[in-house]
């Protein structure tokens, strides 16, 4: 988790004034991870630091502060370790870049571990997701830009996607279809809707990093999305299909002139057969999928740094 600084910022805006709540420290089990954080405002609430006790008594009359809790012995919880939450009150749009840095409490110097992550995130070898919590102060690394995830059709499976991936603020979701009336009447408002009659020639207009899932009532339009795709170049394309579909898929585009090493960078059959046919069983699969993709990635990045 990182400090996701569109998100607050746009809270602000809306709310007036928030609280946050961050898990800053962790001894022994927590239902969440360090980084996990909730902002409050009256009436309101996003975000989660794992429900129960802990995040009922984070939320009442929040004050300003660092705070210890012990999960067994005070809040009664099974995790039995303890947590250490930041709670902030933020009235002003926040400007920081890299590293959002500041004291919590006390006037000790800035220590060296978060002078270090500052210097680091500028150099570009920290950790993406870092926190540091110490003597005092707090600095955590700035969310990076959502991924662009492109879903294509509004079907059950495409809907039944969108409501998971719509909750994922990592993801900047753009839902495309061939006709407005395909789409829900109140679609998540953190989607981007796009009608288009023709779809494939927009995927000229996705950026080249995004991810694209495939869902659409017809088999044809499926197979120019996945030219087009091939062509534009991602960073995932996932089509849902049977085998038998995907090896017909493969030598048509063999014959448009896609070379086998680019068309293998298409998946298909996506997701997890073994739960099922039903819509959300086969959006659980394909969100589960990308998020896999996602996360070996960061892997992968992180490893490269150290």
Not at 25 to 35: A, F, L, N, V
Not at 79 to 92: A, Q, S
Request: hydrophobic share 40%.
């Amino acid at each position: 988790m990182s400090f996701d600084l569109h998100h607050i910022n746009a809270a602000i805006a809306a709310h007036g004034a928030v609280t946050r709540v961050v898990i800053a420290d962790i001894k022994g089990s927590s239902p969440r991870e360090i980084g996990a954080a909730m902002l409050l405002w009256p009436g309101g609430q996003s975000g989660s630091i794992g429900g129960g006790a802990l995040e009922y008594q984070a939320s009442q009359a929040p004050q300003p502060g660092l705070r210890r809790y012990p999960l067994g012995p005070e809040l009664g919880q099974c995790c039995g370790g303890h947590v250490t939450l930041v709670t902030e009150h933020f009235t002003k749009p926040i400007d920081a870049t890299d590293v959002f840095i500041r004291r919590i409490e006390g006037d000790m110097a800035m220590p060296l571990p978060i002078a270090q992550l500052q210097k680091a995130r500028r150099n570009g070898s920290a950790d993406p997701a870092a926190l540091i919590c110490t003597a005092g102060w707090l600095a955590e690394t700035l969310t990076p830009a959502a991924q662009p995830l492109w879903i294509w059709g509004a079907g059950h499976v495409g809907r039944a996607v969108v409501h998971i991936a719509s909750q994922m603020p990592e993801l900047e979701v753009t839902w495309i279809d061939t006709s407005p009336e395909r789409f829900p009447r109140t679609p998540p408002e953190t989607v981007t809707l796009v009608p288009a009659e023709n779809p494939a020639p927009l995927m000229a207009h996705a950026p080249r990093h995004a991810q694209h899932l495939i869902f659409t009532y017809a088999h044809s339009l499926d197979l120019s999305l996945c030219h087009a795709a091939l062509l534009r170049g991602f960073d995932f394309c996932g089509l849902i299909g049977s085998a038998s579909k995907w090896a017909r898929f493969q030598r048509r585009l063999l014959a448009l002139g896609h070379a086998p090493t680019q068309i293998s960078k298409i998946t298909c059959p996506i997701g997890d057969p073994n739960l099922g046919k039903q819509p959300i069983s086969i959006a659980i699969g394909v969100t589960q999928a990308l998020l896999l993709h996602n996360m070996n990635a960061k892997t992968r990045h992180r490893s490269a740094l150290s």
